[in-house]
């Protein structure tokens, strides 16, 4: 699986939307870029998902860029509920590839009042 | 919607006892994952199952045997329990095991 960066950490205000970044360079045209969260000890909450093009759902949008090397998860009104550790995950999904999640840093998001 | 069960959530064994986690998928999903994550560290893949054969298999210690039954349910069996195997444990299931993985609330295993 291609490696992802993340920023360590960002902040934001609530009722503001919450832009965090990812680069995901080595990325290969049939992985998909993946989002999930982790609200403190919880299981990881499945965000968003998308291959080429953005994708919105109720909880938040994904811009991918047209190169596939970098994306952003928009968080549009951020609450202070939105306070988690959110990781990008690029994953192949097909064929024969019943594939593991790799976990890797991933951003703190920290929603303040 | 039903989500991922898993039990028991909270678990007390001391050294070198044994211990066994549940996890029952979301109906009609046919794949589980089994993740670990230590105090202050990202969740990491344990093994995986796709119809009740193992499909995938990440950094499980060999104390640690897993199934997945005619139901698609599964269980992690854990032996000789060691003070750093004190983790939350997660499970996650998804659909054909290509699709989106969704996890439960996860077993906090405490070991004394």
């Known amino acids: 699986d291609a490696k992802t960066t993340q920023p360590p950490s960002m902040d934001c205000a609530e009722g503001r939307a919450a832009n965090l970044p990812c680069n995901h360079s080595?990325?290969?045209?049939?992985?998909?870029v993946y989002w999930y969260r982790q609200i403190h000890s919880q299981g990881p909450q499945y965000i968003i998902h998308?291959?080429?093009n953005n994708e919105t759902n109720e909880m938040a949008s994904l811009i991918i860029t047209e190169d596939r090397k970098s994306s952003t998860l928009i968080l549009p009104h951020a609450t202070l509920r939105d306070t988690a550790v959110y990781y990008c995950?690029?994953?192949?999904?097909?064929?024969?590839?019943?594939?593991?999640?790799?976990f890797g840093q991933g951003t703190i998001l920290t929603v303040h009042p | 919607a039903a989500g991922v069960i898993q039990s028991p959530r909270h678990l007390i064994k001391e050294k070198r006892e044994t211990a066994t986690l549940k996890c029952y998928p979301i109906?009609?999903?046919?794949?589980v994952y089994w993740y670990q994550q230590g105090p202050g560290q990202d969740p990491q893949f344990l093994i995986s199952?796709?119809?009740?054969?193992?499909?995938d298999k990440g950094s499980i210690p060999d104390r640690f045997s897993a199934q997945q039954f005619s139901d698609y349910h599964s269980e992690l069996n854990m032996s000789s329990l060691e003070l750093g195997d004190s983790a939350l444990y997660f499970c996650?299931?998804?659909?054909?095991?290509?699709?989106?993985?969704?996890f439960g609330p996860g077993t906090r295993l405490t070991v004394l």
């Open positions: 996650a299931s998804s659909l054909r095991g290509a699709d989106t993985q969704y």
């Open positions: 998308g291959l080429k």
């Open positions: 199952f796709y119809e009740k054969m193992q499909s």
């Open positions: 080595t990325i290969s045209g049939n992985e998909y």
């Open positions: 995950i690029v994953w192949f999904a097909g064929g024969t590839s019943y594939g593991k999640l790799t």
């Open positions: 109906p009609r999903h046919d794949t």
